[in-house]
């Protein structure tokens, strides 16, 4: 029942090339950055990740990015790396942009074990009628579109088909971990989390601070151990502001 590894190196070891990755986070908040770090050491490629976001230029998932390991991107923002968006323009990186709350659920979906559901984001655009550009071709024309997506009506509404999302691995952050792979969340990190975890078939969990079992009250678990597979300490001096904004001091 012990989860806990010696490492980030050992925990993400037997990530493939061309491996399906849920990745928590928020901006930069509650990213699992110790695992990342150890991922670009591995030079693995091919990557297809789902993330909330990219990271940045040169933080979190930005750090893949650059380094040329990631091909696939499913995200719902994209607007804090200049990496990306020139990948993407340059058809180097396929992407799909899904609406934040359709990715979260399609992750809870994915946990759950339900294969689709129908929401009503996206109808009347052109995620519903597709041709959206997931890759540019070298000339800028579109090599490979968006498909339509099922439309039903209920309740004289309409609603679109969308797939749940299951990942070969997934990569969290959390506050607390216990040896048996009970996690807590702190605060904003509470996002996408849960939802990698729980889509993940094989999840890999990076905290803050490792206790042991019985030492978090069972009523203060954020997600339970049945979701979580390795658990390694994460380096606390990988933390940073995404946008730092300050007041001038008084009188200037």
């Known amino acids: 029942m012990d989860k806990v590894v010696a490492s980030a190196s050992e925990a993400v070891a037997d990530i493939p090339d061309r491996a399906v990755l849920a990745v928590g986070g928020f901006g930069l908040s509650g990213i699992p950055s110790t695992l990342i770090a150890a991922l670009v050491e591995t030079g693995t490629t091919g990557l297809m990740v789902v993330s909330n976001n990219c990271g940045v ?7 893949l990015l650059r380094a040329g390991q990631i091909a696939r ?3 719902s923002y994209v607007g804090e790396n200049k990496e990306f968006a020139r990948q993407y323009l340059q058809g180097e990186l396929e992407v799909e942009l899904v609406p934040q709350g359709t990715l979260a659920e399609r992750l809870r979906a ?4 339900i294969p689709a559901f129908y929401t009503p984001a996206g109808v ?4 519903e009628e597709g041709g959206l550009p997931w890759r540019y071709g070298i000339d800028g024309t579109t090599a490979v579109a968006s498909p339509p997506k099922e439309v039903r009506e209920f309740g004289s509404r309409r609603y679109l088909l969308e797939e749940a999302i299951t990942a070969d691995f997934a990569l969290v952050r959390a506050e607390v971990a216990d040896r048996h792979g009970n996690l807590v969340f702190h605060a904003a990190a509470r996002n996408f989390n849960p939802l990698c975890a729980m889509a993940g078939r094989t ?3 990076e905290a803050d601070r490792i206790v042991e ?3 978090i009250a069972p009523d203060a678990v954020h997600l339970p151990g049945v979701f979580v597979d390795r658990i390694v300490a994460a380096d606390p001096r990988d933390k940073r502001i995404e946008r730092r904004t300050v007041r001038q001091p008084a009188g200037t």
């Open 124 to 127: 009347g655009t052109l995620l």
């Open 213 to 215: 079992p019985g030492q």
């Open 73 to 75: 991107m499913t995200s």
């Open 57 to 63: 230029d040169d933080a979190g998932l930005g750090l």
């Open 110 to 113: 994915g946990g759950m074990g």
């Open 203 to 205: 999840t890999l969990v």
